[in-house]
């Protein structure tokens, strides 16, 4: 098995619990996270990301403010 394999395998199962974790938390604790997701990998962004959007939370740079109608800081890229 490969390396990319492994990594890949590797994050296929964190995915359940990332979303498990972020299912957990409070709408002002996603939209804090997403405001510092710098750190995130891309894996567990997009577990933020599913989770926001089923919550239908959009992402603000503006921490007083939960929502300025701005979509996703990494959105597509």
């Known amino acids: 098995m490969s390396y990319l394999d492994e990594s ?14 972020y299912a957990s938390m409070t709408d002002e604790e996603l939209q804090k996270l997403a405001r510092n997701a710098d750190s995130l990998t891309e894996l567990a962004w997009d577990a ?28 597509n890229s």
Do not use: T, V
Request: avoid cysteine.
């Open 8 to 21: 890949f395998l590797s994050g296929q199962a964190r995915a359940p619990r990332l979303a498990a974790n």
């Open 48 to 75: 933020l990301e599913d989770e926001m959007d089923r919550r239908h939370l959009e992402y603000s740079d503006d921490p007083g403010s939960p929502s300025l109608g701005r979509k996703w800081k990494y959105a």
